[in-house]
T-cell receptor, first 114, second 115 residues
Framework: AQSVTQLGSHVSVSEGALVLLRCNYS??????LFWYVQYPNQGLQLLLK??????LVKGINGFEAEFKKSETSFHLTKPSAHMSDAAEYFC????????????FGQGTTLQVKP | EPEVTQTPSHQVTQMGQEVILRCVPI?????FYWYRQILGQKVEFLVS????????KSEIFDDQFSVERPDGSNFTLKIRSTKLEDSAMYFC?????????????FGPGTRLLVL
């Protein structure tokens, strides 16, 4: 069965600093992996997704993630944090079932300090 | 840009009451999902719906839950007799294809509080 683990429920960075949000997955089949962001009082918005085309995936708002099979990781990064990046971030893997349901990690709250 | 909408945004109900959470998926989407997030916990899959029938449901989705697409636009989640532990944020999602093929688009959620 697939699962996702996000290391660190809260991450705090200074504005302009590197953002690194960690995600490790477990999957018996080649996974499709996703990062979603949730701003306060809003729904989940797709940041980026990995579907085996390229290991380095670029998303919206300057975020990117690298799929590393050997480490079963899909960490999310951004070179320079903005105050507007403060939100909750969810890593997810699509199920191997034929419905494509998503299996989510616990989420990481990103705080950006001025 | 098309988006998934959900109503109400907040609902407070008494234990044992029935609630219906409503979602309007994006119009050309064919795959529909409900997820929920209990405060402080993971977003959990509840049910997927395709071609007017449930395609998969989780252990959480017991006989107290049902889904319906009554008129080709709305997608509803009904909880027949709410329990305290049903208090959560409920998200609807839709996709033009299965979630492993195409992006699932999420609504803003309905926050349900059962007293």
């Amino acid at each position: 069965a697939q699962s996702v683990t996000q290391l660190g429920s809260h991450v705090s960075v200074s504005e302009g600093a590197l953002v690194l949000l960690r995600c490790n997955y477990s999957s018996s089949v080649p996974p499709y992996l996703f990062w979603y962001v949730q701003y306060p009082n809003q729904g989940l918005q797709l940041l980026l997704k990995y579907t085996s085309a390229a290991t380095l995936v670029k998303g919206i708002n300057g975020f990117e993630a690298e799929f590393k099979k050997s480490e079963t990781s899909f960490h999310l990064t951004k070179p320079s944090a903005h105050m507007s990046d403060a939100a909750e971030y969810f890593c997810a893997v699509s199920s191997s079932s034929n419905t494509g349901k998503l299996i989510f990690g616990q989420g990481t709250t990103l705080q950006v300090k001025p | 840009e098309p988006e998934v909408t959900q109503t109400p945004s907040h609902q407070v109900t008494q234990m044992g009451q029935e609630v219906i959470l409503r979602c309007v998926p994006i119009s050309n989407h064919l795959y529909f999902y409900w997820y929920r997030q209990i405060l402080g916990q993971k977003v959990e899959f509840l049910v997927s719906f395709y071609n007017n029938e449930i395609s998969e449901k989780s252990e959480i989705f017991d006989d107290q839950f049902s889904v319906e697409r009554p008129d080709g636009s709305n997608f509803t989640l009904k909880i027949r007799s709410t329990k305290l532990e049903d208090s959560a944020m409920y998200f609807c999602a839709s996709g033009v294809d299965r979630g492993d093929q195409e992006t699932q688009y999420f609504g803003p959620g309905t926050r349900l509080l059962v007293l």
